[in-house]
């Protein structure tokens, strides 16, 4: 079985003089789409977006990106129709089979952000147990399924309600949201040409770069990330603050 998680070092001078973002995230969106334009049902883009994830996920892990997010299936994505819905579930069940194969090889710890509460008690439990036996290792995937960003955010603040938390933080805040053993995320990719956040992220995406292409997911390559990583090397992070260049402090 293929490796998922593969890290290997990168010779490609371009690659190195890149900044690589300590965290990824990417909207995969278009697999629909994808299927559409071949006259093809949509489960068949899903199934061809499963596959490329798993090919940027070890690209990403070559590059040494240390923390990567996913949306694989969001609270509104119950919608869509039964047929669909069911053929996601089952990609899922074959990460899951993937995951358990690559774990001691790979050591990537995987969490799911989201609610498992509507999942089938045999994929609850599977979930369950993948983030439990991958707890040990420090390179994390966050799996988006199941996932709103209002909800997580809702949900954060009711566990602090349930702690009896009077005054609330930002920062009691982020230590109760899904993603809190990850830095928010540096780069932000969204497939498909949709210039949207689509309910991903909202806490943790004030400060992260994005970037946008036309690509639809199935379609995207190594060079497409590469092409996402460059445009955010090129981009200075304020913060909402001021970055002195070099020039100016010698004024």
């Given at each position: 079985?293929?490796?998922?998680?593969?890290?290997?070092?990168?010779?490609?001078?371009?690659t190195?003089e890149?900044?690589?973002?300590?965290?990824?995230?990417?909207?995969?969106?278009?697999?629909?789409?994808?299927?559409?334009?071949r006259?093809?049902?949509?489960?068949y883009?899903?199934?061809?977006?499963?596959?490329?994830?798993?090919?940027?996920?070890?690209?990403?892990?070559?590059?040494?990106?240390?923390?990567?997010?996913?949306?694989?299936?969001?609270?509104?994505?119950?919608?869509?129709?039964?047929?669909?819905?069911?053929?996601?579930?089952?990609?899922l069940?074959k990460?899951?089979?993937?995951?358990?194969?690559?774990?001691?090889?790979?050591?990537?710890?995987?969490?799911?952000?989201?609610?498992?509460?509507?999942?089938?008690?045999?994929?609850?439990?599977?979930?369950?147990?993948?983030?439990?036996?991958?707890?040990?290792?420090?390179?994390?995937?966050?799996?988006?399924f199941?996932?709103?960003?209002?909800?997580?955010?809702?949900?954060?603040?009711?566990?602090?309600?349930?702690?009896?938390?009077?005054t609330?933080?930002?920062?009691?805040?982020?230590?109760?949201?899904?993603?809190?053993?990850?830095?928010?995320?540096?780069?932000?990719?969204?497939?498909?040409?949709?210039?949207?956040?689509?309910?991903?992220?909202?806490?943790?995406?004030?400060?992260?770069?994005?970037?946008?292409?036309?690509?639809?997911?199935?379609?995207?390559?190594?060079?497409?990330?590469?092409?996402?990583?460059?445009?955010?090397?090129?981009?200075?992070?304020?913060?909402?603050?001021?970055?002195?260049?070099?020039?100016?402090?010698?004024?």
């Amino acid at each position: 079985m293929a490796s998922i998680f593969s890290i290997k070092k990168k010779s490609s001078k371009t690659t190195r003089e890149l900044h690589i973002p300590e965290h990824i995230a990417f909207i995969m969106d278009g697999n629909g789409r994808w299927a559409k334009s071949r006259s093809m049902p949509r489960e068949y883009g899903h199934s061809k977006g499963a596959d490329v994830f798993r090919d940027i996920i070890r690209y990403c892990g070559e590059l040494g990106v240390k923390h990567i997010t996913v949306y694989a299936f969001s609270t509104e994505n119950w919608k869509r129709p039964e047929n669909e819905v069911n053929a996601i579930m089952k990609l899922l069940a074959k990460f899951m089979d993937e995951a358990f194969a690559d774990l001691e090889k790979e050591k990537v710890r995987v969490i799911f952000l989201g609610s498992k509460e509507p999942f089938s008690a045999e994929l609850r439990e599977r979930m369950e147990k993948l983030e439990r036996d991958s707890s040990v290792y420090e390179r994390i995937l966050n799996v988006a399924f199941n996932y709103g960003g209002r909800d997580e955010i809702v949900h954060a603040c009711n566990e602090l309600i349930k702690e009896g938390v009077t005054t609330i933080t930002p920062e009691l805040i982020s230590s109760h949201l899904y993603t809190r053993l990850s830095p928010d995320p540096d780069l932000i990719v969204r497939t498909a040409g949709e210039y949207r956040i689509s309910n991903f992220l909202m806490w943790q995406s004030a400060y992260s770069e994005f970037y946008f292409t036309d690509k639809l997911w199935p379609d995207m390559t190594h060079e497409d990330v590469d092409a996402a990583i460059a445009a955010y090397s090129g981009r200075e992070r304020r913060y909402g603050g001021v970055v002195e260049k070099k020039e100016d402090a010698k004024s």
